[in-house]
């Protein structure tokens, strides 16, 4: 028996190929890249107003910048890969072929986060230079913090894809930015006494502060292989969580 | 395969959307190297039966299976084209590269899959423009190009749906020229349509539906005389 189906793996491979093409094709991820190239630029020239650790400063602003963009691009891409091609029925013809349903959503949503992947790359290697002009370096730390923040993009891709099965685009990408919003909130929610609220929060939204490394990225501290793998995993199970979720919905969806 | 298993059994399928009836207890089958007519009014059903059988929407009683699967199986499309009423194509993708896409996932190995490219491209006329955005091609030039991804790999059964609405005399004529072709292939076609010239040209069987119901299922023959005799 066969440990790997060769042409499973290809239609996967050519289906997120197919995604990820789309998606350098979208104006709408330009603009957002973009914004945020324009932002780093700001967070360069507002280092340049502070007088000693102008690295620190880029740094936590380009952090900032480069994290809230993917989150966007993740949710907007999300919102828009599936939905856009079952509204126009350019999913017809692939799902004319011996392509299961599973098969086609799981490879859409490796397409986008081969594309989040992409920009992240892009984005970083403005920090990084950024963070030259300014007299840092970058860190082994702010790698693994940009690895970070794709783990917990693929998450609102994986979410956002779901949504747009059933809600409008401009309500999905604001569903998938509020539950963003929440996961990073598990802290101050602990504090407020908002009983089962609190606890049914916990328990349907990631923990945001597992893809944060904070102070670890200035001091240089980098996490360990095990702690890293330790997110990375915990990630990618909220990721399937939500893809599992979201294929059971498309699994029997009538198309239009 | 064997030619006794049938390209499509359509067994008592219906279908609603939402409350509203859209198919009520259609049964057919297409056999190896048939011309299969379906013909009915708009809002017959025929576009929706078409979806059933490709899996797009999923029937709420009956079963449908293509060579011996059912059609809820991804792999029972292995040997199916299909050509949907308009051009739901990537209009910024070059038809190559598309083919090339489609190709992929039917399990071409790379070589075969561009020599494919070409044969398809060439029978339906397109090789000069293969490489081009297909946002750049007329009317006629988008059907071409959507019975171009519905012939790669020589499916057994072709669906047609509409095929030859919006065509000019000449491009019918191709058309039916080519269905023709196929039919000496001993591929089955499924094709729907309105206009009854073509179903006397082509079809060896017919079944009209009629707001969902099964009004007529025969031969062309049997079709002519109920015509005949005012049922058409």
Known sequence: MKLVNRGLVRAHAAIARQTFRDLLRERLLYNVFFVALFLLFFGYLAALLVFGHQDR?????????????????????GARMLRKEIDDRTAYLPLSRPVSRPCYYFSKWCG????????LALLTAVLCLGL????????????????????????VAALSLWLSLFLRQGITIMVSLAFLFLS?????????????????????????????????????????????????GYGLLWAIFFILIGNAFFYRKNLQ | MSERVLPLSVQDVSFSFGNKPALRGVSFDVNPGEVFALIGHNGAGKTTLF????????????RISLFGKTALDASSRRDLGYVPERAYLPMEQSLHSYLKYLGDLQNFDSGGLNDEIERVASEVGLQAVVRQPMRSFSK????KAMLAQALLGNPRLLILDEPMSGLDPDARAQLRDRIFRWKEQRKSILFSTHALEDVEHLADRILVLDQGMQSFLGSKGEWMETAKGGGR
């Open chain 1, 112 to 119: 986008i986060v081969g594309f989040l992947g992409l920009n």
């Open chain 2, 51 to 62: 979806h059933l059988i490709l899996g797009y929407k999923f029937a709420r009683r009956g």
């Open chain 1, 132 to 155: 030259q002009l300014t007299g840092g370096h970058p860190t082994w730390a702010l790698f693994q913090q940009m690895a970070l923040i794709w783990v917990e993009a693929w998450i």
């Open chain 2, 140 to 143: 006629g030039m988008l059907q």
């Open chain 1, 184 to 232: 990073h909130n598990h802290g101050p929610l602990a504090l407020m006494n908002l009983g089962w609220i609190k606890k049914a929060l916990g328990v349907l939204t990631p923990d945001g502060r597992w893809f944060l490394l904070d102070t670890r990225v200035y001091y240089e501290m980098p996490l360990h292989w095990g702690g890293l793998a330790q997110r990375f």
């Open chain 1, 57 to 77: 400063v880029m740094l936590d602003f380009g952090v900032m910048i480069d994290a809230f963009s993917i989150y966007l691009v993740a949710a907007s891409a």
